[in-house]
C-alpha cells in the first residue's frame, strides 16, 4: 500500500481544514486507518483512526469532538476533516494504514506528511 496525503495548508485559529490520504493497491479496504501527527523534536502522536470492517472509530481527548476521521474504500481515500482548529494543531500530519488504534507500532504503511499550520 503507498499513501499520499495531501490538504494541508495555514489557516486561522477557529478555521477548518481537510485532509485527504489517497492510497494504491489492492487491499486498502483490509487495513485500518489513521493519521498521525509531528511536530519538530517531537514524538509522532495519534490523532484519529478508522477500522476498515465495522468504520469504528478513534479519536485522541485533545480532537475529540473538532476532528472526525472518515474513509471511502471504493475511493481508496481516508479523509480528516478538522474544525475549530487551535496553534496547538499545527503539525506535519501523516497517515498510515494498519491499526487500527493509537498505537503507532501496528501501522505498516505510511504516507509522506502534510503540513498544517494554524495561526492565532
Known amino acids: 500500500v503507498q499513501l499520499q496525503a495531501s490538504g494541508g495548508g495555514l489557516v486561522q485559529a477557529g478555521g477548518s481544514l481537510r485532509l485527504s490520504c489517497a492510497a494504491s493497491?489492492?487491499?486498502?479496504?483490509?487495513?485500518?486507518m489513521g493519521w498521525f501527527r509531528q511536530t519538530p523534536g517531537k514524538e509522532r502522536t495519534f490523532v484519529a483512526a478508522i477500522s476498515w470492517m465495522s468504520g469504528s472509530t478513534y479519536y485522541a481527548d485533545s480532537v475529540k469532538g473538532r476532528f472526525t476521521i472518515s474513509r471511502d474504500n471504493a475511493k481508496k481515500t481516508v479523509y480528516l476533516q478538522m474544525n475549530s482548529l487551535k496553534p496547538e494543531d499545527t503539525a506535519v500530519y501523516y497517515c498510515?494504514?494498519?491499526?487500527?488504534?493509537?498505537?503507532?507500532?501496528?501501522?505498516?504503511?505510511w504516507g509522506q506528511g502534510t503540513q498544517v499550520t494554524v495561526s492565532s
Open positions: 498510515a494504514a494498519g491499526g487500527p488504534g493509537p498505537v503507532i507500532a501496528v501501522y505498516n504503511y
Open positions: 493497491g489492492r487491499t486498502f479496504s483490509s487495513y485500518g
